[in-house]
């Protein structure tokens, strides 16, 4: 065998085994990246969920404290016209000039109770897209709850006894209210808890 014979042998003998093992690297390379890639968006995905879920509670906060701060401005305006209606000149007279003052305070609570319950609404909502599903539910129940929890500082004279709707036709104490917005919000926790714990 001549040797320009043996080195075309040869050269079709590594082109033979070379392209395959070329090849294969390639494809082992490929699939690594791609699963790097898909890791990465898991990674990704994940953050944007939990971040989206601290939202939910944070806002709920929020809202628990905005709705106690209008409720006590409420039941201080409340106090301000009672003593207006009283008989003794002394008190009515200072009724009257802390009433101005007190009528702000109470619609700036308002105002921020409402933004608080805006921004639940809206975390809730971009949960809703971002996820997890497991979350979906007990995140609209709070907001639900929150709609409620604003009564007490949108007038004066509210009890906490005072029948509130709950739903179109079932009517429950305002303090059931409180009480299942605490039950709401501990319900999300644990939710969330077991969700991001069991991934």
């Known amino acids: 065998m001549s040797i320009e014979a043996v080195t075309s042998l040869v050269t079709a003998t590594v082109a033979v085994v070379g392209v395959p093992a070329v090849y294969l690297q390639a494809r082992a390379a490929r699939l690594s990246a791609e699963a790097a890639g898909r890791a990465q968006l898991h990674h990704a995905r994940q953050t944007s969920q939990h971040a989206a879920s601290v939202e939910v509670l944070a806002a709920a906060d929020e809202l628990k404290r905005a709705c106690d701060h209008s409720d006590s401005a409420a039941w201080w305006l409340t106090t301000i016209y009672e003593d207006e209606a009283s008989g003794d000149t002394g008190r009515r007279q200072r009724a009257a000039e802390q009433r101005e003052s007190a009528e702000r305070r109470h619609e700036e609570a308002l105002d921020h109770a409402f933004e608080a319950y805006e921004r639940l609404v809206k975390a809730v909502a971009r949960l809703e897209l971002e996820g997890p599903d497991q979350l979906i539910e007990s995140a609209a129940r709070l907001a639900d709850l929150g709609d409620l929890l604003q009564l ?43 969700y991001f714990n069991d991934i």
């Open 152 to 194: 007490p500082g949108r007038t004066t004279g509210f009890d906490e006894d005072d029948l509130v709707y709950v739903t179109e036709r079932e009517q429950q104490p305002f303090t059931w209210v409180v009480s299942q917005f605490g039950e709401a919000r501990h319900t999300f926790i644990r939710h969330s808890r077991s």
